[in-house]
Nanobody, 123 residues
């Protein structure tokens, strides 16, 4: 599967962004989809994941209700809506696809990755 993220950019603290991930060359609806992020000098970190049918989702502890995740299986697109952004949310955000819906998602469970989109939160 080929994944392409978009929607990143520069936003002020407290602002919002919606990231998109377009999928091709695969049965999008057959995969659990997730978002990860990586800041310079840090390990890649789990942000959120959504089940194949979009009815179940899980977020990293740091999200604290600020983000939502959704998917459009007919349009082969994954979304991450981010609100109340903080400078510490600055990172490259990646979408990824997995065959597992894990209770403790990690990078090793995800098979396909996009190239990432940069999110910078700064005044």
């Amino acid at each position: 599967m080929h994944l392409i993220e978009s929607g990143g950019g520069l936003v002020q603290p407290g602002g919002s962004l919606r990231l998109s991930c377009a999928a091709s060359e695969g049965p999008f609806s057959g995969y659990v989809m997730g978002w990860f992020r990586q800041a310079p000098g840090k390990e890649r970190e789990f942000v959120g994941q959504i089940s194949r049918d979009g009815r179940s989702y899980l977020f990293g502890d740091f999200v604290k209700g600020r983000f939502s995740i959704s998917r459009n299986n007919a349009g082969n697109t994954l979304y991450l809506q981010m609100r109340s952004l903080k400078p510490e949310d600055t990172a490259t955000y990646y979408c990824a696809a997995s065959t597992l819906y894990s209770d403790s998602p990690n990078v090793n469970e995800y098979l396909y990755w996009g190239q990432g989109t940069q999110v910078t939160v700064s005044s």
